[in-house]
């Protein structure tokens, strides 16, 4: 068992367990912690609470120290820098005539470089837009491509259901969605009423799909004639 903690980091609305280790951590507590572009600054969403091993959704990211005042003075100036940097970058992208849409900078607390996260249609050859943008940051400039359900989990949002949207909250892998599976839920075929945030099918179809294939084998096929309780009736819908 280990003592875990939901956090949010900086730059994405989506939840992660870290790992609470001895430190006393409340509901609003700040935290320094490792991550895959190093260090980042976070904020505990939750209570610790103890879950064993063998139930983790991934392996727990390690808090290095709760924040202090300094830390808080550093992720400000961050937070100033990531603001003007996307501002400054859009410019470029447009004096560059790129046909993409940065969506945020990010700046790691530890600023060993600076990120921009885009969408665009197709692939985008920014090579001369990153020695561009490393002249003005004399930082390493990194810039990924998402896509649009990427976009809507890091911006976050309500979904129609009026929950938070699930890729903003506890979805990790984007898993395929098609209409069939609308359709095999008897869902209207409305793109507005089947359609996320994102503008693509709504993720959540996956949740139940397999539940109404195997009803759909069980039960009895529109128009076929059934008996119940010494009764003869019709099927009229599936």
Known sequence: MKDLVNIQ????????QADARDLVLQQGSNVIVEDDNGQAFAEVMDPPYKLPKAIYQEEPLQIIRE????????FEENSIQETDALTIAKERVANHGLEMNLVSAYLPFDNNKLLFYFTADGR??????VRDLASIFHTRIELRQIGVRDEAGMIGGLGVCGRELCCASFLHDFQPVSIRMAKDQNLSMNPSKISGSCGRL???LNYEQ??????????PARNSKIRYKGEVGTVESE
């Open 210 to 219: 397999e539940a109404y294939v195997n009803a759909a084998e069980r039960l």
């Open 67 to 74: 924040a202090n005042e300094e830390d808080l003075k550093h």
């Open 9 to 16: 980091l900086h730059g994405q609305s989506r939840y992660y």
């Open 124 to 129: 985008i050859d920014f090579r001369e837009l």
């Open 202 to 204: 709504l993720c959540c």
